[in-house]
C-alpha cells in the first residue's frame, strides 16, 4: 500500500472487509445492498444512493447509532425506515466509513 499510516491502512482493511459483508448480504433474499452520499443540513442528511434496488433520494436524521429515514426510488415508490449502526472516519477526512442494519417498509408506490 502506497505511504500509508497505520490507521489508514487498517481502515482501508475494514472498509474492504466491509465491503466483503455486504456483497454476501446482497445474497440473501431479504436484503438489499446499496452505496450512497449524504449531506449533512442541520440534524438531518440529505442523500443520494444506488443500490440492488435501484437509484433513491432521501433525507434521514439520528441521534447516537439510531437513525430514520424517508427516502423515494426512481420509480416513485416512497418508503420509510429504522436502522442502527456504527462508522469511523477515514483517515484525517470528515468521510466516513460504516455498517448497519435496519429495516424499511413502503408506504406508497405507484405500480400497486
Do not use: E, Y
Request: hydrophobic fraction near 45%.
Amino acid at each position: 500500500m502506497p505511504n500509508l499510516s497505520f490507521a489508514a491502512r487498517l481502515q482501508l482493511r475494514w472498509a474492504r472487509r466491509l465491503a466483503a459483508a455486504l456483497c454476501a448480504l446482497a445474497l440473501l433474499p431479504a436484503c438489499s445492498v446499496g452505496v450512497g452520499v449524504g449531506i449533512p443540513v442541520g440534524p438531518f442528511s440529505i442523500g443520494v444512493g444506488v443500490g440492488s434496488g435501484g437509484v433513491n433520494a432521501g433525507v434521514s436524521t439520528g441521534v447516537g447509532p439510531v437513525g430514520v429515514g424517508v427516502g423515494v426510488n426512481q420509480r416513485g415508490a416512497v418508503s420509510v425506515g429504522a436502522g442502527v449502526g456504527a462508522s469511523t472516519p477515514i483517515g484525517n477526512s470528515k468521510a466516513r466509513v460504516g455498517v448497519g442494519v435496519g429495516t424499511s417498509t413502503t408506504i406508497h408506490d405507484p405500480d400497486r
